[in-house]
């Protein structure tokens, strides 16, 4: 069964910078595509990033310039990185790994940007 685990979320305070790590164990087929996504209280899940194989990446509007997300097949793991944080970055934050048969998700870590 596969898992995927998600850390480095926790208390930001605006303006700050934050790393997330996402580890996936378990029987899984190659890595085509990572991504994270977050969900706010009350809200949907949306999309906050993603990378493909190939290395090429697509950000959401709201965090384009101040978010990278990286990837390592051969550790089955993706990253995020942000900066710049603001309130509105509050949420669940979600990694996703796609084998090409089906996504796996992780439980989330929440994310708390505030003084």
């Known amino acids: 069964q596969v898992q995927l685990v998600e850390s480095g979320g926790g208390l930001v305070q605006p303006g700050g910078s934050l790393r997330l790590s996402c580890v996936a164990s378990?029987?899984?087929?190659?890595?085509?595509?990572m991504g994270w996504f977050r969900q706010a209280p009350g809200k949907q899940r949306e999309l906050v990033a993603i990378?493909?194989?190939?290395?090429?990446?697509k950000y959401a509007d709201s965090v384009k310039g101040r978010s990278t997300i990286s990837g390592d097949n051969a550790k089955n793991t993706v990253y995020l990185e942000m900066n710049s944080l603001k309130p509105e970055d509050t949420a669940v934050y979600y990694c996703?790994?796609?084998?090409?048969?089906?996504?796996?998700w992780g439980k989330g870590t929440l994310v708390t940007v505030s003084l």
């Open positions: 378990g029987s899984i087929r190659s890595i085509v595509g």
């Open positions: 990378t493909g194989y190939g290395g090429e990446t």
């Open positions: 996703n790994i796609n084998d090409g048969f089906k996504s796996y």
